[in-house]
């Protein structure tokens, strides 16, 4: 998926599987748009985009201020538009002089989305919007599974979750049966309008680690994760506006603490969603998993419900 400026085609989902269908032979391959969404839902242009874990809906951000979240399923329309006060309006003087960046990102596990250019009492802030009603914390009104980062003093423009969970279990329970629900922590790295980043962990109520990555005070335009080969630590590579890149260094297990094994990580698919992995990487083909039934799950389509009341029906 992808977004632009361009108000005819703000938000165009590519069918990738075409492309891999075609002649691998032809240099010169054109994709057209699979679905074109936006153009009456966002009234401003869309700024960042990001999909679902779970691959059930995908999220735009946009100058309305807005974040709209849509089905990425059967009609691939609109499933609610959160516009609750938190994103600061401008008028179309002062947009000129905004950020081009609203790169909201949604959380490993799926339970909610980290958005931008949030505020809350006059401080600039990154808000979560729960993943349960796509409800927000506000100053009227707190919302459960949603919460407010407070610890930039310029507008967050950039989210990016980290795609590894942190085991957030005791040492002891580590051996434990993989069967249990696992204990977890997600963690996000935001960066702001002059070139502050922090990272974030879901179990802490400040940032875990802020630095200045521009000498220049730039904005910072994307963030990225990574892994090293020979150990497990974590890499942050930073995107300036100025073509810097900067690549920060996390020790694992000495600096973030430990990484939720591949195993546990896609029992939390399992036990949320009723998902399963075709690898032990959590990147690989997403499919129904109806083979347990030791705990409940939440059902967002009808072929999943269906196939469970099919193996129940089965089993007795």
């Keep these: 998926v992808s977004c632009s400026l361009d108000s005819d085609a ?175 922590a997600t963690l996000v790295a935001l960066g702001d309008k002059r070139g502050f980043v922090t990272v974030w962990s879901t179990r802490k109520s400040r940032p875990i680690f802020k630095l200045q990555c521009s000498e220049s005070r730039c904005t910072v335009t994307d963030l990225a994760w990574g892994q090293t080969q020979k150990r497990d630590d974590m890499i942050l590579l930073v995107s300036l506006l100025d073509g810097t890149i900067v690549a920060i260094r996390f020790g694992v297990p000495s600096e973030l603490g430990r990484v939720l094994s591949a195993s546990k990580q896609k029992r939390v698919f399992q036990l949320r969603y009723g998902l399963d992995f075709d690898d032990d990487t959590g990147l690989g083909t997403r499919k129904l998993f109806v083979g347990d039934s030791s705990g409940p799950k939440l059902v967002e389509n009808a072929l999943q419900l269906a196939l469970e009341e099919q193996e129940e029906e089965e089993d007795e």
């Design 10 to 184: 703000p938000i165009i989902v590519w069918k990738l599987t075409d492309l891999a269908q075609r002649n691998h032979n032809t240099l010169n391959i054109l994709c057209n748009p699979y679905k074109i969404l936006g153009k009456t839902e966002h009234s401003s242009t869309v700024k960042g985009v990001t999909f679902d874990p779970a691959g059930t809906y995908l999220a735009s951000s946009g100058d309305d201020p807005a974040v709209c979240i849509w089905r990425a399923h059967d009609d691939w329309g609109l499933e609610q538009k959160v516009n609750d006060g938190i994103f600061q309006t401008y008028d179309l003087e002062q947009l000129s002089s905004q950020t081009l960046f609203r790169r909201l990102s949604w959380s490993t596990d799926g339970t909610y989305i980290c958005s931008t250019n949030a505020t809350v009492k006059n401080k600039h802030v990154a808000s979560t919007i729960s993943r349960e009603g796509w409800s927000v914390s506000s100053t009227q009104s707190a919302a459960a599974g949603a919460a407010n980062l407070v610890g930039h003093k310029q507008p967050v423009v950039v989210s990016r979750h980290c795609p590894k969970l942190l085991d957030a279990s005791k040492q002891v329970e580590q051996d434990n049966n993989d069967d249990d629900d696992p204990d977890y």
